[in-house]
């Protein structure tokens, strides 16, 4: 569909639900909304996935560390769901065993780890050889060579999952599509419009051309995230539940400077701790999590952010020695948690909340990549119950759990492997290299397929063209970064 067809759409008919934000929180809201019947119009001032949920660790995990702050329900919300996303979308959400290394004076000891990994493993669910080992000092020097051989414990291996959080935010609305929502990037919700009292829509404005127009709804969700007081201010309902916003950056380095044989969840001097995981020829390291009130559409990688990554990877890998001029990609991005009177950033849950104004406008923010099925669960149960009370209107129950998030998906993880180990096989039989596999079928799937027949050659360019081409086609893009950044990933992990 074209974004004139789009437009002239959201222009012309008139909406059950309008969904403000396209990142994952506002992609599963469109999702389950539209798979249980309810007519859904949905706009991101941005690309998709350009906020928060392109700036993540990537991770799809229960949260180890919420362990910690005894936030059990989350933990076992979210340990249960990463399995159930990675069935979704197996060729997306990743299996990756996470190395949690025991250092003297560190955050854990060894029972310590060991219950809180059994409890984590018990809470998600795992089972069979997914469940966490623990290794002895000689064990985990081995498994990693580069972790301080004076300090080194121990450590445990626990089941986590890895994946593209913008890849993921697409397919999701993708799938939100073929339901019948209609999305659109590069279009911002200037301004709520009423009818009466009640929320009833909003006025929206075309990015690339300027162009303005309304979009009427029966009800509105306000899934922006970071911006989510912007529009709670503007419906006159922010009250002293607001959004506090910590940054958090990430790094990428060259494998060879940082050349880790496992993901790493480890300690830093100040008592928090980060992950090191790397990803084909590279590897990320992060997070940062620092308030902040700056500029939401220009969020930086400072100095600062930079010594405390770097700082804490040379305390964690004394022989490694690594310098700003060896970042070759990096992200930054803001958390956006619920403010709790009080506590420093790093202790304010990431649990998720609704807030719903006099107006009828429903928020949703908080809340975790992971958790975003959920999330949107828990607000398109709200949003039918008032269909039912306000207009009288019924709607089936969710649906997500069994709705794969590609066409076409794989039935398992092993189809994935076996899919790939072809795939290498035929592209390496025609003079490319196997990298290429894992990055097509990490980011595609079987659909795959569509980018194969659409290349004219087998070469790295014709393939460039053929996704382009896909990208353009199927997945709303636009601008250069949205090929590039949030389509494939190839500015951060695959340029080398
Ligand atoms: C550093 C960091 C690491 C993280 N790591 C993980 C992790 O590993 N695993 C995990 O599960 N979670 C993680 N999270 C949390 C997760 O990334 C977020 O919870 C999630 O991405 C939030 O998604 P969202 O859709 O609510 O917000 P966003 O992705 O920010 O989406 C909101 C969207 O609304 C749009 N918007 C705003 N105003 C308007 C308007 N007026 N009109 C139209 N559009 C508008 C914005 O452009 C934006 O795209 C991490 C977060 C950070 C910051």
Redesign the pocket.
């Known amino acids: 569909m074209t974004r004139e067809t789009t437009r002239h759409q959201m222009q012309t008919e008139s909406f059950d639900l309008l969904v403000?934000?396209?990142?994952?929180?506002?992609a599963g809201v469109a999702l389950d909304a539209a798979s249980r019947g309810l007519k859904v119009a949905l706009?991101?001032?941005?690309d998709f996935?350009?906020?928060?949920?392109s700036?993540?660790?990537?991770?799809?995990?229960g949260g180890l560390r919420y362990l910690k702050q005894f936030e059990i329900g989350l933990v076992r919300e979210?340990g249960q769901e990463r399995a159930l996303i990675h069935q979704l979308a197996p060729h997306l959400v990743i299996p990756e065993k996470m190395l949690l290394p025991l250092i003297k004076g560190g955050t854990f000891g060894k029972w310590a780890t060991a219950i809180g990994l059994y409890t984590y493993d018990f809470l998600a669910g795992v089972s069979g050889k997914d469940k966490f080992k623990m290794y002895d000092k000689e064990e985990t020097l081995e498994l990693e060579p580069l972790l301080p051989k004076d300090r080194t414990l121990g450590s445990g291996l626990y089941a986590e999952y890895r994946t593209d959080?913008a890849r993921l935010t697409i397919e999701v609305m993708k799938t939100a599509a073929r339901y019948g929502a209609v999305p659109m990037n590069y279009?911002?919700?200037?301004k709520l419009i009423y009818d009466g009292e009640k929320v009833a829509g909003a006025q929206c404005k075309d990015q690339l051309t300027g162009e303005e127009w309304t979009i009427s709804a029966k009800m509105v969700v306000n899934?922006?995230?970071?911006?989510s007081d912007?529009?709670r201010k503007q419906d006159r309902s922010l009250t002293d539940k607001r959004m506090f916003l910590t940054k958090?950056?990430?790094l990428v380095f060259l494998r060879e400077k940082l050349p880790i044989r496992h993901a790493i969840y480890f300690d830093v001097d100040d008592g928090r701790m980060i992950f090191a995981i790397p990803r084909q020829g590279t590897v990320y390291v992060?997070?940062t999590d620092t308030p902040y009130a700056g500029d939401l559409d220009d969020i930086r990688v400072e100095e600062a952010d930079i010594t405390y990554l770097l700082d804490a990877v040379h305390g964690m890998f004394p022989t490694i020695q690594l310098g700003a001029k060896d970042i070759v990609a990096s992200w930054a991005?803001?958390?956006?948690l619920i403010y709790e009177a009080g506590k420093k950033a790093s202790e304010i849950s990431r649990k998720d909340e609704i807030f719903e104004s006099e107006s009828g406008l429903l928020t949703i923010?908080g809340?975790?990549?992971?958790?975003y099925r959920v999330m949107a669960l828990k607000i398109v149960d709200r949003v039918c119950k008032r269909m039912e009370q306000r207009f009288d209107l019924e709607f089936g129950d969710c649906q997500t759990k069994t709705i794969a998030l590609t066409e076409n998906p794989f039935e398992s993880y092993q189809a994935v492997l076996d899919y790939e180990a072809d795939l290498a096989k035929i592209l390496t039989e025609n003079g490319m290299d196997a990298k290429w596999a894992t990055y097509l079928v990490q980011n595609y799937g079987r659909q795959t397929d569509e980018i194969l027949a659409a290349m004219k050659e087998y070469s790295p360019d014709a393939m460039i063209q053929a996704e382009r081409e896909f990208a353009k086609a199927k997945e709303w893009a636009i601008e250069e970064d949205d090929f590039w950044e949030r389509r494939t990933g190839r500015k951060l992990f695959w340029s080398v």
């Open positions: 403000i934000g396209g990142g994952i929180t506002g706009v991101e001032k941005g996935a350009s906020g928060t949920s700036k993540s660790t990537k991770l799809i995990h979210v959080d279009v911002l919700a200037e899934a922006t995230g970071p911006w912007i529009l958090g950056v990430h992060g997070t991005g803001v958390r956006p923010a809340g975790k990549l992971t958790g």
